[in-house]
């Protein structure tokens, strides 16, 4: 799919992209510009003749009724053409809203040319603007009073329809009463009706073709939303989808995210040599310091899709970096759609257009359309356009959607692999072209996201007889000199024909998106074809629903002058197969997993697609199902050695029932919750099943009986998409439990943690009595299940769950540092990669069920366990934040997510609009957020602080620092670690314990960000040292309160090495070398007295862990060095003092391991 952020063929209406200026601008609401009698739907359906089927038509004055259409046939007298034929017509999208369109056959082949359905922006932007003033067959031009035959109209090559949407927009209307439309998503299932409707009983002839959804300026919210939702839709299987063959979406100066806008600001007015010399160097230089809170804020609004985030984004654009040339728009001497026009009647920019809006309230043209006198039309709706706007979503972004939309070829079941062209004119401010190259290289996150971003520009062929430039993820285009209306080409500007100058597409081969190929030919060349003429004649679109693999390249499109008639007759595009209209999830089948852009799928697609060219070979051609199918293990082979004396191991391992037993509690510990429910429904069902085989003599026929059982069912698929709770866990419960049933139960330590008597401490291991080193058994028979489930199936989200708590198992044994922790999580993040969990979009219609939610929590676990170990060893990140999508858990409780669609709904309904639960609870889920939160944040300090730190700006490390205390400030109160918690024998431990964590890992960002920021030449005002103070403090309380944490002593080895020992260092530092006399003059409570006694402390705690435990030999390292320094602060006389080699040791350059305070003890840096 192509992405061509810049190309030039700018063709958005002015009244509507005026609309956008005006809500940005507060302007006052007229309600004469909307005025609408809901009582004019006095159509004469005058009906085409329909070959078969009847047509229900509304009469009169009829009132409002869901499915209910008019039609009226349309001479060439109200809007002349060629002749084609013509229609206007009303549709009931609902019993409140009726939408009007005006629809146009192709002047080539009506039968067999696609269908491009146009929207115009606003929002409240009549679609009557595109017709008449952009790409209609008939326009105005020169301030004619009627509007004349356009030559280069689109539906040239391909039928046109305009659609005046949503409701109460210039000749669609609003039932009286009815609310107006007020957000995106309030049009997006009127507009999926009027499709179904419109090409399921208008003119179900037209059903099959390809259609293009085509839309402007605000329509960079109504094309990716709207189609979003229709593949939501279809891959919930809703009634009402709609399945018409929809191959692209073309945006033209299309609004997506105000951030870009911002950023291309400084770009244009300041750096391109179009707007340089518009406003002064004073300006610029302020832009710039300007632009990276924009940044900031438009993340925060990405993350939170919160309006009033938002409105911070656009406060802060609007004050700081749009006020300069916005001065310049209201004293008439700039246009905002065009930086070199003056617009002294804003915002009436283009005099030189015929009035549309005078011409469709002529008496006579309403009657042709089948409108009353009475009826008034407006080009612009300023009262929806201002409800709009105070529900803010003209301030979110659209981003997520249109990843979405690119992305869609990868969900089975939808049956769309839609391409995206982007048309953008690089002379338009409000919409300006470096912000929309910006937006799709980094803000638009899809799979091809990389591939796109590093294609380079290359200058267009001469041959085109246009200059500019052209790129893509293979190709793409882009024209210079084009404000945000019509395009003008610098070469026809040249010789003073600006007025014949027409941009058009043409492509030499089937492709996987356009982009605009040639302006229209010098005087005695032959015209090239249209863009609805390429999108006619084997272009892409036409082969939208061909088989592909699970992921390719999305853009490939080279502009030539070649075949300017069209593409050769013997161009096959193949059609759908079987295969790829299958319906289901992805992991319902065997499959190779996902696929990334650079994968070997980009080089197996295009080697098809050439043999489908030359022979039509495709049918011959493998795909990745039958591979898949193709390695599907036969579970007998449970039998053989080494696989049965592996199943032996695990089967043995298992204790004897009743003694085997999972507690059930619920806690913040991503451990807890639906997963011991899940537990304890496999351990019943498996005593229930095979107690006979569990007793204290197992024969090997009994273990062999239940190694197969096992393995046949791990073999079958797994639905990780079953939205009922007691469907899904019943996947691998009951009569249906597999090898990763198995692997859950002994991922409890309290599985085998129970004695059946003294004696059983010396029973065979091949008994129940296994108690006595119960972890290191249950750690060995959870990598055996990992194993075998591997040996059975491609995986799934409950294998990545026994892989993750194995890698938390096996710190705990090992240690963090540990090469089999650092394993075990490569193969958590590999299994998480490979299942695609990492790269999971948001949807507008997304509904929460236990395993999608499951599945959002593993991922946030995975990303938040990766940047634990990158932060304790100081090895480079397995995943990072610029290749991790998948939205964060919402805050629910798994008692609600147990409980099915009504209690999930109602709880989700409760839900805050940053997603947090409203009723003060702390559970699992509200861990992980928050965690995830603050390692998103981290993840960006780690990339600076493994990569270029030296480069990194000083105002990059200081920015992400403030976004880390706003993000903490934001989080509810029921998460923040109060003072004097544990004082309180009431307080819940477990809750405690994820106070503490989250707080410590908030300070733990703020450590890494000071710790940057020194190093960068930052002056040293104490923060880092207050937040090493609060580190230690707040880490030692799990030692001084260890009773109270005995279910987390565990996890004290790395508690204590990962957050104390640190901090402790800076302590030790600040010890050697003070900085302050007395307390400290930011917090009292730190003075030498009580850094000496929290070192102490610390020292306690470092020797209570042992050696002979996890990270021991690390904890009595830093004890000693620890030790060290207090020796030599108590023991030394005042004119002492550190050796200078080892303080100016502490002065090179920031290491890898960034958590190493004390470094200057290294003997390889301080010889240096």
Not at 525 to 543: A, H
Not at 732 to 757: A, C, H, K, M, V
Request: net charge negative; glycine share 8%; with cysteine.
């Amino acid at each position: 799919m192509l992405l061509s952020a810049s190309v030039a063929a700018a063709l958005a209406a002015s009244a509507s992209a005026q609309l956008i200026w005006n809500a940005r601008s507060n302007a006052p609401t007229s309600p004469h510009a909307i005025t609408v009698d809901d009582h004019t739907s006095h159509h004469d359906t005058h009906q085409r003749p329909m070959g078969t089927g009847d047509h229900q038509t509304a009469h009169g004055s009829a009132p409002f009724k869901t499915g209910q259409y008019t039609l009226k046939a349309q001479d060439n007298k109200t809007c002349p053409t060629h002749g084609e034929s013509q229609w206007t017509g009303t549709v009931d999208v609902s019993d409140a809203h009726r939408l009007f369109f005006w629809f146009f056959e192709s002047r080539n082949d009506p039968a067999n040319d696609p269908i491009i359905v146009w929207m115009n922006g606003g929002p409240g932007g009549s679609s009557m603007v595109g017709l008449f003033n952009e790409l209609g067959p008939c326009i105005f031009d020169l301030d004619s009073a009627e509007p004349s035959v356009n030559p280069w109209a689109w539906n040239n090559n391909a039928s046109l329809l305009f659609l005046d949407q949503p409701a109460g927009v210039g000749f669609a209307s609003l039932a009286e009463g009815a609310p107006m439309p007020a957000a995106d998503l309030d049009g997006a299932e009127s507009f999926q009706s009027f499709l179904n409707i419109f090409f399921g009983e208008i003119f179900p002839e037209k059903a099959g073709l390809p259609i293009h959804l085509a839309a402007e300026s605000y329509g960079g919210h109504y094309g990716p939303v709207y189609l979003k939702h229709i593949l939501d839709s279809r891959a919930y299987d809703s009634k009402s989808a709609f399945r018409g063959n929809i191959t692209s979406l073309i945006l033209v100066d299309a609004l997506l995210d105000w951030t870009g806008n911002a950023v291309g600001t400084y770009e244009l007015l300041c750096s391109d040599f179009r707007g340089r010399d518009i406003i002064n160097a004073t300006a610029c230089d302020n832009i710039r310091h300007a632009i990276p809170e924009v940044e900031r804020l438009g993340m925060s609004c990405d993350l939170s899709q919160d309006g009033h985030e938002c409105v911070a984004l656009d406060e802060q654009y609007m004050g700081q970096i749009d006020v300069y040339y916005r001065e310049l728009i209201n004293s008439g001497k700039r246009s905002p759609f065009n930086i070199h026009q003056e617009c002294p009647n804003l915002p009436l920019c283009y005099p030189g257009k015929g009035d549309f809006t005078r011409y469709l309230n002529q008496e006579h043209v309403k009657a042709a359309l089948g409108f009353p006198s009475s009826f008034v039309y407006s080009g612009i709706n300023l009262a929806l356009n201002d409800a709009y706007v105070r529900g803010h979503d003209p301030l979110k972004p659209t981003t997520r959607e249109l990843a979405a939309v690119l992305d869609a070829y990868e969900q089975p079941g939808l049956g769309s692999d839609i391409r995206v062209l982007v048309l953008n004119g690089n002379e338009d401010y409000i919409v300006n072209t470096p912000g929309q190259k910006f937006i799709y290289d980094y803000l638009v996150r899809w799979s091809g996201q990389a591939d796109y971003r590093l294609a380079r520009w290359r200058e267009l062929p001469r041959e085109l007889a246009a200059e500019g430039f052209w790129k893509g993820t293979d190709d793409g285009s882009r024209k210079v000199a084009c404000d945000h209306t019509q395009p003008v080409c610098n070469r026809c500007r040249a010789t003073g024909r600006e007025g014949e100058c027409t941009y058009t597409i043409s492509s030499s081969r089937p492709v996987r998106a356009w982009a605009v190929g040639s302006a229209r030919p010098v005087a005695g060349e032959r015209p090239r074809q249209s863009l609805s003429q390429s999108l006619s004649q084997g272009s892409p679109s036409t082969g939208a629903a061909e088989a592909r693999p699970a992921a390719q390249p999305r853009a490939s499109l080279l502009p030539t002058a070649g075949f300017p008639d069209g593409p050769p007759s013997d161009v096959v595009t193949p059609s759908p197969s079987s295969e790829d209209q299958a319906s289901g999830p992805p992991s319902a089948r065997p499959g190779p997993g996902f696929f990334g852009i650079l994968s070997h799928s980009a080089v197996y697609e295009e080697t098809k697609n050439t043999l489908s060219l030359l022979q039509g070979f495709r049918p011959c051609l493998p795909g990745h199902g039958d591979a898949a199918q193709a390695q599907f293990r036969d579970p007998s082979q449970v039998l053989s050695s080494p696989v049965r004396e592996m199943c032996m191991v695990v089967l043995r391992s298992i204790p004897c029932p009743p003694q085997g037993h999972i507690s059930l509690r619920m806690s913040p510990h991503p451990y807890d919750g639906w997963a011991r429910v899940a537990a304890q429904r496999v351990l019943a069902g498996l005593y229930e099943r095979f107690g006979s085989h569990l007793g204290t003599n197992r024969t090997n026929a009994q273990l062999e009986e239940m190694a197969l059982f096992l393995s046949r069912n791990t073999a079958r698929p797994f639905n990780d998409n079953e939205p009922d709770p007691d469907r899904w866990m019943g996947q691998f419960s009951g009569q249906n439990l597999r090898w990763e049933s198995l692997g859950l139960l002994f991922t409890f330590r309290e599985l085998g943690g129970e004695p059946l008597s003294d004696a059983d401490h010396d029973i065979d291991q091949f008994t129940c009595g296994l108690t006595k080193h119960w972890p290191e058994v249950a750690q060995v028979c959870l990598g055996l299940c990992v194993d075998l489930t591997r040996r059975f199936s491609d995986g799934n989200s409950l294998l990545l769950q026994l892989c993750i708590r194995r890698t938390v198992a096996e710190s705990i044994l090992s240690g963090d540092a540990s090469a089999s922790t650092w394993r075990c999580l490569a193969e958590s993040v590999s299994l998480m990669t490979f299942l695609g969990l990492h790269d999971e979009t948001e949807s507008p219609d997304y509904r929460p069920t236990l395993s999608s939610e499951s599945r959002r929590r593993i991922a946030a676990h995975v990303f938040i366990m990766d940047k634990v170990v990158v932060l304790f060893t100081g090895r480079p990140p397995l995943i990072g934040h610029r290749y991790a999508s998948t939205p964060l858990p919402l805050d629910l409780p798994d008692q609600v997510l147990l409980a099915g669609d009504e209690a999930i709904a109602r709880a989700s309904e409760s839900l805050d609009e940053r997603g947090w639960n409203t009723e003060g609870g702390l559970y699992s889920s509200t861990s992980l957020r928050s965690r995830l939160m603050i390692a998103l944040i981290r993840d960006e300090l780690i990339e600076i602080a493994l990569g270029r730190w030296k480069q990194t700006p000083f105002e990059k490390l200081q920015a992400i620092k403030e976004r880390q205390l706003q993000t903490m400030a934001e989080f509810p109160l029921s998460l923040i670690y109060q003072p004097g918690e544990l004082d309180s024998r009431s307080s819940s431990p477990g809750r405690v314990y994820a106070k503490l964590l989250i707080q410590l890992e908030h300070l733990q960002n703020l450590f890494v960000a000071d710790r940057l920021l020194l190093r960068r030449g930052d002056l040293d005002q104490g923060d880092l040292l207050l937040t090493s103070f609060e580190m230690v403090s707040l880490t030692l309380l799990f030692w001084t309160n260890k009773d109270r944490f005995a279910l987390a002593r565990p996890d004290f080895a790395w508690l204590v090495m990962a957050y104390a020992t640190p901090a402790g260092g800076i302590l030790c530092m600040e010890l050697l070398n003070p900085s302050f006399t007395g307390a400290h003059p930011r917090n009292a409570k730190i003075t030498r007295s009580s850094i000496i006694q929290n070192l102490s402390l610390l020292i306690g705690f470092l020797d209570w862990i042992g050696t002979g435990a996890a990270n021991g030999n690390l904890c009595a390292n830093c004890s000693a060095v620890i030790q060290h320094v207090l020796d030599h602060t108590l023991n030394t006389t005042g004119s002492s003092s550190w050796p200078p080699e080892a303080l100016d040791a502490m002065q090179l350059d920031f290491n890898f391991e960034l958590f190493d305070t004390f470094e200057w003890l290294r003997t390889d840096l301080s010889n240096e």
